[in-house]
């Protein structure tokens, strides 16, 4: 069974980059799944941020779009999210998620527990 | 403000039969795409409950259902227990500039 683990910093000052990288056991990386990052800010709904296939290829959020990049590392089967010019709105707890690939899928079927990142001097 | 409109609470006794609304639109639910439902319990992982508006995946129990209509879909929960006691959050596709992948704004579910 796939299990996600999400780690970075709490606390990231204004302007500064977030970044936050999920650690994926139980299946490979270069299996046929997109990887994905999702958030929750405070008293608000999800906002899906993007995804990456192994080989590179993303889709990213439009209203996220020039602030976000992902990567994936194969070697050590993770994946990493990297957002630019952070301010106080980007302050949530930010989760890294599976998705199968294929035509019409898309929704995410397993999730990690999710990490909280304030944005805050 | 999400794309997709959820109540903000619902709640019911043990036993009950609940269902959360999410309404959409004709660039999203309203133009075909499937609907795809979300469990959040704090200090858990996110569960996938339903996926392509009415499929369970494996081990999550029958009591959970989904339909869709129009511009609206809804989640149906039979037999309420008090491990139901979650945040519910639909998800969709929209064709428009708004996003690609698009949420509801979440509901709380209270077992009373």
């Known amino acids: 069974q796939v299990q996600l683990q999400e780690s970075g910093p709490g606390l990231v000052k204004p302007s500064d980059t977030l970044s936050l990288t999920c650690v994926v056991s139980?299946?490979?990386?270069?299996?046929?799944?997109?990887w994905g990052w999702i958030r929750r800010p405070p008293g608000k709904g999800l906002e899906w941020i993007g995804y990456i296939y192994y080989s590179g290829d993303t889709y990213y959020n439009p209203s996220l779009k020039s602030r976000v990049t992902m990567s994936v590392d194969t070697s050590k089967n993770q994946f990493s999210l990297n957002l630019y010019s952070v301010t106080a709105v980007d302050t949530a707890v930010y989760y890294c998620?599976?998705?199968?690939?294929?035509?019409?899928?898309?929704?995410?079927?397993?999730w990690g527990q999710g990490t909280p990142v304030t944005v805050s001097s | 403000q999400s794309v997709l409109t959820q109540p903000p609470s619902v709640s019911g006794a043990p036993g009950q039969r609940v269902t959360i609304s999410c309404t959409g639109s004709r660039s999203n639910i309203g133009a075909g795409y499937d609907v795809h439902w979300y469990q959040l319990i704090p200090g858990t992982a996110p569960k996938l409950l339903i996926y392509n508006t009415n499929n369970r995946p494996s081990g999550v129990p029958d009591r959970f259902s989904g339909s869709k209509s129009g511009t609206s879909a809804s989640l149906a929960i039979t037999g309420l227990q008090a491990e139901d006691e979650a945040d519910y959050y639909c998800q969709s596709y929209d064709r428009s500039l708004s996003g690609f992948l698009i949420f509801g704004g979440g509901t709380e579910l209270t077992v009373l």
């Open positions: 998620a599976r998705k199968p690939s294929g035509p019409g899928i898309l929704h995410f079927d397993s």
């Open positions: 139980g299946d490979s990386i270069s299996s046929i799944y997109w």
